[in-house]
């Protein structure tokens, strides 16, 4: 996937095996010191929006009380919480981007109400308990990057008992797909002769092996590749979940084919809960390829040989997911899986080393 989008490989800085964890989160933190990733992320109306909504929905909870923004960014989720009446905001960003976001909190005239402070959330000393969190966290396949171990620790340390976090809670979901357009791409080596007289499909095999790698694919799955309702197999309560229990996370699924087809990979994606207190639904920030794309699109898995399904085929098995070794923000994604009467199979999935060089 080396040419994916920008964001990815920003917000992916990773480091080979052996290097320490202050240089992987020295290079984490290089990432989000860059315009793209912020314009990405901006730009991004269904993230951007769902979390503005949110949080004026819970302006009954924010009126008056001090917030603490994990990861603020550029700062627009804190000044979202001052627009919806917060007294406080602390708005705490590692790195450089920081300088921006004071910039653009004097820019709209909330300098008295919220305050950038420059540095992690570990470390920073606030003066007082928060009454809420709000953090924009999810990376990949929901747990790439990792940074939800920090928003936990800013839970554990700074938010008063009874206290709100913004969202509140996530959701894994899982289902089998049918890609054809990485099987055209292994069959475009057999019509090479054809064209040019120089038979080619040796490469056939070659190419497997390239394209149905162990790599985590992200990119965006049609709605009709999809072969059966996604299954959830994980939900994290924020208000409880511990760093421990994010090690490994994991469940097990149970798909029914809607048709024939051939299962060529399996599709992952999230979803975040904001509890709404003025009303009686919460409100959902999903990442499906049923709803409108987010610069997450989906996480795809692509399985060595496609196996054939006919309607009501069970596809089941069980997902872990777990930071790398070499990289602890690296996701890992490990799936045993059957499918109808197959006896079962393992395959293990890994985001690949975008580098800092090969930001644009
Ligand atoms: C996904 S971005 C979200 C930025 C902003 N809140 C927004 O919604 O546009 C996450 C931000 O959190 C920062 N960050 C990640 N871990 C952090 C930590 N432990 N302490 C402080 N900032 C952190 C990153 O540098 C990055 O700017």
């Known amino acids: 996937m080396g040419a994916e989008s920008s964001h990815k490989q920003l917000r992916s800085a990773s480091c080979s095996v052996g290097e320490d964890k202050t240089r992987q989160d020295t290079l984490y933190f290089d990432s989000y010191s860059d315009v793209t990733i912020h314009e990405e992320m901006i730009a991004d109306n269904v993230r951007t929006n769902t ?8 302006s009954e909870s924010i009126r008056g ?52 402070i420059r540095g992690t959330v570990e470390t920073v000393e606030l003066p007082e308990k928060v009454e809420v969190i709000v953090s924009e966290w999810m990376g990949y396949a929901l747990l790439h990057e990792s940074m939800l171990n920090s928003v936990l620790y800013a839970r554990d340390r700074w938010l008063k008992a009874g ?48 394209i149905k790698n162990s790599d985590i694919t992200v990119s965006t799955v049609a709605v009709e590749d999809v072969l059966s309702h996604p299954a959830r197999f994980a939900e994290l309560d924020l208000h409880s979940v511990t760093a421990e229990e994010l090690r490994t996370v994991k469940g097990r699924f149970r798909c029914e084919s809607f048709g024939s087809a051939a299962v060529n990979a399996f599709c992952v994606y999230f979803t975040v809960t904001f509890p709404c207190s003025d009303k009686p639904q919460s409100l959902v920030l999903s990442t499906s390829p049923f709803k409108p794309e987010t610069h997450w699109k989906q996480a795809v898995l692509y399985l060595d040989f496609p196996v054939e399904v006919v309607q ?44 800092a060089d090969s930001q644009p």
């Not at 979390?51 to 819970?58: E, G, H, K, L, Q």
């Not at 069980?318 to 059957?338: A, G, L, N, Q």
Request: some cysteine; charged content about 25%; aromatic content about 10%.
């Open 65 to 116: 009380k001090v917030v603490l923004d994990v990861g603020a960014g550029t700062g627009v989720l804190s000044i979202f919480c001052a627009q919806a009446g917060a007294k406080k905001v602390y708005a705490v960003e590692a790195c450089s981007i920081a300088e921006q976001a004071m910039e653009i909190v004097k820019q709209n005239n909330v300098e008295d109400r919220v305050e950038v």
């Open 312 to 355: 009501d085929t069970l596809v089941s098995g069980e997902v872990s997911m777990f930071p790398s070794e070499d990289s602890s923000r690296h996701i890992c994604i490990h799936v045993d899986y059957t499918v109808g009467e197959k006896k079962i199979q393992s395959k293990t999935f890994s985001i690949p080393d975008w580098t």
């Open 163 to 210: 206290g709100l976090i913004l969202p509140s809670r996530a959701e894994l979901y899982i289902t089998p797909i049918s890609d054809p357009v990485v099987e055209d791409r292994l069959y475009f080596w057999y019509t090479v002769k054809d064209q040019y007289g120089v038979d080619m499909s040796c490469m056939s095999d070659f190419a497997r092996r390239c």
């Open 51 to 58: 979390y503005r909504t949110a949080i004026f929905r819970n």
